[in-house]
């Protein structure tokens, strides 16, 4: 037996859980996997307070990833006492996820845990941080570099946000931060945040083009600060887009794009193919500094998710929450 958070609903309230289950309660898979750490993201939150419309079926266990050891395999790919990520693929949403000691899926989700990584600071990354490293390389990518000018990261002060900061500070990018909360700008700063915007004056109308500000940004909102960011971006620039936590609408117009060669690129941590998700996890395990880690990291139990899912929803959490399945 070992232990679970089981979301289940009854006439439309979800209700979450903590239980001892046995092995035969999880879903069919090819590996089996002792989960050590998990992480509350945005979209964990909304699935355990039922704010959102994340849960394909009930019962589940929701987590929408883990990091732990195999503990058996019919794959070839893995053999027990391998170390493994999951990012992805639906767990936690449609096939049971990271929220329990234990989790048996298919092979051709997991990722080796890269050299440099453990569980934990894997999940102190978790599919925030992982989602900031697609964001980065999709700025590479564009032609975004260093001396290209300013980078804006809104969001800053969330999982994807604070990542996304520590990420391009060490690339040597210049960050301004957006966020809607003065407290966090300590934080921000040791992140690597070398200037800061209110998130109310992102979020005041732009006509179709302002004045020239940003090589590159990255953005977690959507909605009307990314109409300004695109009004914004410097000839050439490049956004990375992202959870649009605030509105998957966007109003501006075509004149970015064709007058100042904007491109806007979006990046998907859910359907991003496996070689990818390999290239994205060594560059983080080669990147992040060891300080990194007990900066944007801080562990809580499986049986304080609920109250932590309320107030990651309600924007209340700076850096990453990791949920340790073994306290």
Not at 80 to 99: C, K
Not at 174 to 194: D, I, M, N, S, Y
Request: glycine share 12%; proline share 5%.
């Amino acid at each position: 037996m070992f232990k679970a958070l089981i979301l289940t609903q009854i006439e439309g309230k979800t209700t979450a859980e903590v239980r001892q289950i046995g092995i035969d309660s999880l879903p069919p898979g090819e590996v089996l996997v002792d989960v050590a750490y998990s992480s509350v993201n945005y979209k964990d939150g909304l699935a355990v307070t039922g704010t959102g419309k994340i849960i394909r079926s009930f019962p589940m266990v929701p987590g929408v990833d883990f990091a732990g050891t195999v503990v058996e395999s019919a794959s070839d790919r893995f053999k027990p006492g391998d170390e493994v990520i999951l990012t992805g693929w639906g767990v936690g949403e449609r096939h049971w996820g990271g929220y329990a000691q234990k989790a048996r899926v298919q092979a051709d989700w997991l990722t080796p845990m890269p050299k440099g990584l453990d569980a934990r600071k894997a999940m102190i990354i978790g599919t925030a941080g992982f989602t900031a490293m697609l964001c980065v390389m999709t700025l590479e990518e564009a032609g975004v570099k260093p001396d290209s000018g300013d980078v804006l990261v809104t969001g800053a002060a969330g999982g994807v946000g604070s990542v996304s900061v520590l990420l391009l500070s060490q690339l040597g990018y210049p960050v301004t931060a957006v966020t809607g909360r003065p407290e966090t700008q300590e934080f921000l700063t040791e992140l690597g945040a070398k200037d800061f915007i209110d998130r109310a004056v992102m979020q005041e109308p732009a006509r179709p083009l302002e004045t020239q500000r940003w090589a590159g940004a990255v953005d977690v909102v959507g909605g009307d600060i990314l109409a300004r960011i695109l009004a914004e971006m410097a000839y050439g620039g490049a956004v990375a887009a992202c959870g649009l936590a605030n509105s998957h609408e966007l109003h501006t117009t075509v004149m970015p794009f064709i007058l100042r060669n904007v491109s806007l690129r979006g990046v998907d941590s859910v359907s991003c193919p496996q070689q990818r998700r390999i290239q994205a996890w060594e560059r983080l395990a080669e990147l992040l500094p060891e300080s990194a880690y007990a900066n944007i990291g801080c562990a809580v139990a499986l049986e304080e998710v609920p109250q932590i899912a309320w107030e990651i929803i309600g924007g209340k959490i700076q850096g990453r929450m990791l949920v340790d399945l073994n306290l």
